[in-house]
């Protein structure tokens, strides 16, 4: 990973909701933010493993993430405890809201996962999305949300997803 430094890094609360609720909110060091694009490092925030069967996320993964104010989604580096990449796990979201430490991003169910060699990449949730309200509630945000996912898949495609290094 790049970026180590021996002094703390200023840290953001990041809150993930979904469907009107705070699915989790955990601490992050900010590392950038231009007005656009901020970014954010933080551990594995959830407890114990989740394994998706193409990928595991466990104690001592580091994700380095990228939330953006002017697109629909969010894009998040994985790295294992000994520093390899293992891949790139991106949400479909609204914008993200900055409120001083505060980071609020609302998950809009699409998902993408790309591997760290590129070979593998997966569409996640379709299912889960045209089974919510979004779609019938607020076709524009379901509209948006269709466009970053495939946005996204562009990226994952063309080797383009920030990081890596």
Do not use: N
Not at 98 to 110: A, H, I, Y
């Amino acid at each position: 990973m790049s970026e180590t430094s021996a002094e703390p890094l200023p840290t953001l609360e990041i809150a993930l909701v979904k469907a009107g609720r705070t699915k989790i909110r955990y601490p992050a060091g900010l590392l950038q933010d231009d007005g656009t694009r901020i970014t954010v490092r933080a551990p594995w925030a959830a407890p114990g493993v989740r394994d998706f069967g193409f990928v595991r996320f466990e104690p001592g993964d580091v994700f380095t993430e990228h939330y953006w104010r002017d697109r629909w989604y969010a894009i998040k580096e994985v790295y294992a405890a000994d520093g390899t990449l293992k891949g790139w796990y991106c949400d479909v979201t609204r914008p993200a809201v900055r409120d001083g430490s505060l980071l609020t991003v609302e998950d809009l169910d699409l998902d993408l996962w790309c591997s760290a060699d590129g070979a593998t990449v997966l569409r996640l949730d379709e299912d889960e999305f045209e089974a919510s309200a979004l779609p019938t509630k607020d076709p524009t945000a379901a509209s948006a949300a269709l466009r970053a996912l495939t946005e996204l898949e562009s990226l994952a495609r063309g080797g383009l997803l920030p990081g890596g290094s």
